[in-house]
């Protein structure tokens, strides 16, 4: 199958920059996979379309303040890093940025002095693997110096210090407690307090896991043939607690509802679904047979991306794209700021 065929026009005017005022602000499109009947109304309305034993899967992975800046050590020059993932005590895989990227052995001073980097890897598309060393805990200088690992189609070129902190709040999920993502896991970025206790009210429980997002969610796809593209690993970890409680509303009956492309992933990469960790670089695309997933609340997503892929696996590809025509027609906000769908 061609990449093309996943391609739709998109007005840049429909990127979302900002966060709407409110997390519950969001409009969402739900998306009947059955009938191909197509709803508008807010993700607060969720409440409308769960139900009991109905069990709501949230990726709590928190994502850490990764975007950071420096100099290398011999000529001074400016270097950017994006990190990616801790692959061993004191080893960061990375995305780095420079004007000349420093070679093998060479170091780099971080984050105003706080931390230092030694060149282990040069990769290619920009990945390297760095040792960085701090006096401090690296996640106390992070917080200090690092900026939101904000994708590259929002710009904060000249951003203040007060939306750095908007940033730091809203580019991540109410839930969020395992830090190691790279980015967030941005169906999940609408949901209040106040929602999730509501629907637990009604008898929709919550399920918990972890996937880190990393670059693989988010590498666009470069060959002719999606068969021919290759995921990068990401770590996930389904603790006993949420493979019981997802067991249980399964066999009452109930719908699991992934939250996110990364909830997908981390369900998708263990069957029969069991508490389980470990690294996936499962990649879903048309055709595929779902095994632990019956719904899916996700964001409206890239041309040609892998996620999109998914998405169409899910609900059909003609009629996925049927959907975002008329997204772009009703005005929705696209990507990862933007608004959501509900795919039941």
């Not at 709590?60 to 303040?65: A, E, G, H, L, R």
């Not at 696209?334 to 039941?344: N, T």
Request: charged share 25%.
């Amino acid at each position: 199958m061609k990449t093309e065929l996943f391609n739709y026009d998109l007005p840049p005017e429909l990127i979302a920059q900002h966060p709407a005022e409110r997390r519950d602000q969001a409009r969402m499109m739900v998306l009947h996979r059955g009938s191909g009947t197509i709803e508008h109304c807010r993700i607060a309305d969720m409440t409308g379309y769960l139900r009991a034993p109905d069990v709501l899967v949230l990726n709590n992975t928190k994502v850490i303040p990764a975007r950071v800046f420096g100099h290398k050590a011999i000529s001074g020059g400016k270097v950017e890093l994006l990190l990616l993932e801790e692959s061993a005590p004191g080893e960061w895989k990375v995305l780095m940025k420079a004007s000349r990227r420093p070679k093998v052995g060479e170091g780099i001073r971080l984050c105003s002095g706080k931390a230092a980097a030694t060149v282990l890897y040069d990769g290619e598309q920009g990945e390297a693997v760095l040792r960085i060393e701090s006096n401090c805990p690296l996640m106390e200088v992070l917080d200090e110096e690092g900026l939101p690992p904000l994708p590259p189609y929002i710009d904060r070129k000249h951003q203040t210090q007060e939306q750095v902190t908007i940033d730091r709040q809203r580019y991540q999920t109410v839930y969020a407690s395992a830090p190691g993502a790279a980015a967030a896991p941005t169906a999940g970025l609408h949901f209040t307090p106040e929602l999730l206790r509501k629907l637990e009210g009604q008898g929709v429980a919550c399920a918990e896991l972890t996937l880190h997002v990393g670059l693989g969610t988010f590498r666009p796809v470069s060959a002719e043939f999606i068969a021919d593209h290759e995921m990068h690993h990401e770590r996930y970890s389904i603790p006993d607690r949420a493979a019981r409680t997802i067991a249980a509303a399964k066999e009452a009956g109930g719908r699991v509802v992934a939250v996110g492309s990364t909830s997908v992933r981390s369900l998708e990469s263990v069957v029969p679904l069991r508490a389980a960790e470990g690294s996936t670089n499962i990649f879903i695309h048309p055709p595929y047979a779902f095994r632990n997933v019956d719904a899916i609340l996700t964001n409206f997503h890239l041309p040609k991306s892998t996620l999109l892929m998914m998405m169409s696996a899910f609900a059909g590809r003609e009629a996925m794209l049927k959907a975002y025509r008329v997204a772009v027609e009703e005005r929705y906000r696209f990507f990862s700021y933007g608004d959501c769908m509900l795919i039941l």
